[in-house]
């Protein structure tokens, strides 16, 4: 089975750019999680869907961050305009739902660096 | 609220020696409880999990971990360590309501292997 999917690997851009990330989770998962890891924080919960609704988004550091997931397949997260702190690396995760408890399955991640 | 402790920030052991990496909890009922391995420049593994029944877990790539509720720990061992365990190493917590969503990640060790 493919596992989560997450693109671009890596990015670098300047500061005031819009950043786009993108998730494909799992086939069949019905929930979804954008974390955000850094040094000083560590990882942080952004934003998490379930069942392609926004179920809580307390975690979006402002208004510059915003996420979407138009289908079961899909999602994006969406930073403009970005600056260097946004630097980080962005996990995107997806579970199953009830049947596997809380069993969280992570994409590799994709390194964000805004010069 | 939950929360998660990994008192140690680096360990490193040499190769062969037995590991114990230290996880405490914060939660008001019985947790769900992980442990996630990160390698370099990827994303995070569940090593195991703990739903409900045996205490003693096993997990992948000869880990195990115990949860006690008596000390809200659930440490991970391994009797002998090889070179490619060196990697950093979550521990997580999640809840049994909101259907499950909310994981809290620990701080994180960072295991250094001593040839």
């Known amino acids: 089975d493919a596992g989560v999917i997450q693109s671009p690997r890596h990015e670098v851009t300047e500061m005031g750019q819009e950043v786009t990330l993108r998730c494909k989770p799992i086939?069949?998962?019905?929930?979804l999680f954008w974390y955000r890891q850094t040094m000083m924080r560590g990882l942080e919960l952004l934003i998490y869907?379930?069942?392609?609704?926004?179920?809580?988004d307390s975690g979006m550091p402002e208004d510059r961050f915003s996420a979407k997931m138009p289908n079961a397949s899909f999602s994006t997260l969406k930073i403009q305009p970005s600056e260097p702190r946004d630097s980080a690396v962005y996990f995107c995760?997806?579970?199953?739902?009830?049947?596997?408890?809380?069993?969280?399955?992570f994409g590799e991640g994709s390194w964000l660096t805004v010069v | 609220a939950q929360s998660v402790t990994q008192p140690d920030i680096h360990i490193t052991v040499s190769e062969g020696a037995s590991l114990e990496l230290r996880c405490n909890y914060s939660?008001?009922?019985?947790?769900?409880l992980f442990w996630y391995v990160q390698s370099p420049g990827q994303g995070l593994q569940l090593l195991l999990k703990?739903?409900?029944?045996?205490?003693l877990v096993q997990g992948i790539k000869g880990f195990e971990a115990e949860f006690k509720r008596s000390q809200s720990s659930f440490n991970l061992r391994k009797p002998s360590v090889h070179w490619s365990d060196a990697a950093e190493y979550f521990c997580?917590?999640?809840?049994?309501?909101?259907?499950?969503?909310?994981?809290?990640f620990g701080g994180g060790t960072r295991l250094m292997v001593k040839p």
């Open positions: 995760a997806s579970r199953p739902g009830q049947g596997d408890g809380n069993t969280i399955y």
């Open positions: 869907f379930n069942n392609n609704v926004p179920i809580d």
């Open positions: 997580a917590v999640g809840d049994h309501n909101n259907a499950g969503n909310m994981l809290t």
């Open positions: 939660y008001g009922a019985t947790p769900y």
């Open positions: 086939s069949g998962h019905n929930s």
């Open positions: 703990y739903f409900s029944g045996d205490t």
